[in-house]
């Protein structure tokens, strides 16, 4: 799949983001399918940012710092979450 697709239907600002269903159906796919999609899409090395608000891409460099930062919180809680449970 030719993943520069996604930079006609991402919109470029947090505030403007799009939201997985939006962008489903811009795909004419499932929302479950359009998340895969990105995950791919990243792996290529489009720098898709995301949060509830939907998908993005950044603006400018103070909303890809932000976004690590929220990403490396969320990772550090989880890890600390499963700290105890693992064997």
């Known amino acids: 799949m030719d993943y520069n697709i996604l930079y006609q239907y991402i919109p470029v600002g947090v505030e ?3 939201h997985q269903k ?3 159906v811009k795909l004419h796919t499932t929302p479950a399918y359009a998340k895969i999609i990105v ?3 990243r ?3 489009l720098q898709i940012l995301s ?3 939907g998908y993005w891409f ?3 460099e103070n909303e890809k710092q ?3 930062r929220i990403m490396q919180k969320q990772a550090f ?10 064997m």
């Open 16 to 18: 403007n983001a799009i």
């Open 43 to 45: 792996q290529q090395g």
């Open 77 to 86: 809680s989880r890890l600390k979450t499963a700290s105890p449970i693992k």
């Open 22 to 24: 939006e962008l489903a």
């Open 58 to 60: 950044a603006a400018d």
């Open 39 to 41: 995950r791919q899409a």
């Open 66 to 68: 932000e976004f690590v």
């Open 51 to 53: 949060g509830v608000e």
